[in-house]
């Protein structure tokens, strides 16, 4: 899947925005369950996120999706702009297919306009005082976002394989529709055929591109999905079904395997200490 797909795949409507001004010392919780855009307008802020260190100066962004929750905190005092964000209605799971956290340290040397976007997202005038501030200040978010994704992908941060690519145009189609329709049920004939690729030699060609084989992939594309889902507030049975398992306890047992936790106790687990 080509990274502009999954830019394409992604539209984000402003929930909430804001512009913390931090002093010395002090700690700001990005909370789960939404996701979350921030530039750094003035200091330097640092914190983590799993195994993702962020230490971002002025000038740098960050995007979370709300699967996990951490805390940034000011060395010498910072002040940021937040923006939570809502996915657009009818919008594909692209989410999914981002890190629980990215930050990009100079994105203000990298995307100069776009950050100039990113520092009035927090401004009056998303507050929709205005007709279409509602439309005008997605329209912003939507572009910071995306920007953001890209100059952390062009600048080497994201892993190897991210997002899938093949220089195989019949594979990048096959890639293509798993993205855009993890709930499907598909078969390994069936992905053959769209790929125009006798079972056996898709089979080969698909495992030496991605290092996977289809079930796998397949497999690893739903957690993803099912991660964005639950954070956004779905049900384990509407995930379920949704993504295409024959039973909430099918569901169940193939999260597990893929994150360690249920579904249910993945969702309601505890936010990590604050760093």
Not at 112 to 127: E, K, S, Y
Not at 197 to 214: E, H, I, L, N, Y
Request: with cysteine.
């Amino acid at each position: 899947m080509s990274l502009e797909r999954v830019l394409a795949g992604m539209e984000w409507n402003v929930h909430t925005g804001h512009r913390p001004s931090l002093e010395a010392g002090e700690k700001l919780p990005v909370r789960t369950g939404i996701a979350t855009l921030g530039y750094v307008s003035s200091g330097r802020v640092t914190g983590a996120s799993g195994e993702h260190r962020i230490d971002l100066p002025e000038g740098g962004a960050f995007v979370a999706t709300g699967r996990v929750s951490f805390a940034l905190r000011a060395d010498a005092g910072a002040e940021l702009v937040i923006a939570e964000l809502d996915p657009a209605p009818d919008a594909p799971p692209a989410i999914g297919l981002i890190p629980d956290v990215l930050s990009v340290r100079r994105f203000a040397e990298v995307e100069p306009t776009i950050a100039a976007i990113a520092r009035d997202i927090g401004a009056p005038a998303c507050g929709q005082h205005r007709a279409a501030d509602g439309t005008i200040c997605a329209l912003m978010a939507t572009t910071v976002v995306l920007a953001a994704i890209r100059a952390w992908a062009e600048a080497g941060c994201a892993p190897t394989g991210w997002p899938a690519r093949s220089a195989d145009p019949f594979l990048a189609r096959v890639l293509d529709a798993i993205h855009d329709e993890p709930g499907r049920p598909w078969s390994v004939g069936e992905l053959a055929s769209l790929g125009a690729m006798s079972r056996s030699v898709f089979a080969d060609r698909f495992r030496v591109a991605t290092g996977q084989t289809p079930a796998a992939y397949l497999s690893a594309v739903r957690i993803d999905a099912a991660k964005s889902m639950l954070a956004s507030g779905a049900s384990v049975s509407d995930t379920a079904r949704r993504l295409g398992y024959a039973s909430d306890e099918g569901f169940s047992r193939a999260f597990r395997r893929g994150v360690g936790l249920a579904p249910s106790m993945w969702r309601a687990r505890p936010d990590p200490a604050p760093v």
